[in-house]
Each structure stands twice: as structure tokens, then as C-alpha cells.
């Protein structure tokens, strides 16, 4: 039960962050053998695909800034 009500949960996140205008969606293609592993530790710890890949993605841009010393 306890599964079916954190799928719930997170569902309600996604619908929320569709409506919320400081989000879009980004379709994009990764490795079959990267999506299985973020899928599992998603699902492991209770973070969305979504939050998961804006972290890593802000990271990234932070990461870039410093490198190449611009601003965005």
C-alpha cells in the first residue's frame, strides 16, 4: 500500500509541475544503460526523474559557467 501511495504522490508532483509556469518539458534521448540506473535510484529514493535530472542538469550549467567564465 505504501507504494501505490507514494506513486500517487509523485504523480500529483509531475501534474503540479505542469502547471507551473516556471517549468518546461524537455524531451531529449540518454543511454539505455544511464536511464536504467537513474530510473532504479529514482525509484530507490523517492526522488522524480524530473527533480532528479533538473539537479544534475543545474550542476551542469554551474559546472560549465565556471569553465568557460561567462554568464547566463
Not at 504522490?9 to 537513474?38: G, M, N, Q, W
Request: positive net charge; without cysteine.
Amino acid at each position: 500500500m505504501l507504494a501505490i501511495s507514494h506513486l500517487n504522490t509523485v504523480a500529483d508532483k509531475a501534474r503540479s509541475k505542469r502547471l507551473d509556469p516556471h517549468y518546461t518539458k524537455i524531451t531529449t534521448d540518454i543511454e539505455k544503460e544511464v536511464a536504467a540506473k537513474v530510473r532504479a535510484i529514482s525509484a530507490l529514493t523517492g526522488i522524480s526523474l524530473s527533480d532528479a535530472v533538473n539537479e544534475a542538469l543545474k550542476k551542469w550549467v554551474e559546472t560549465k559557467k565556471k569553465e568557460n567564465s561567462f554568464e547566463i
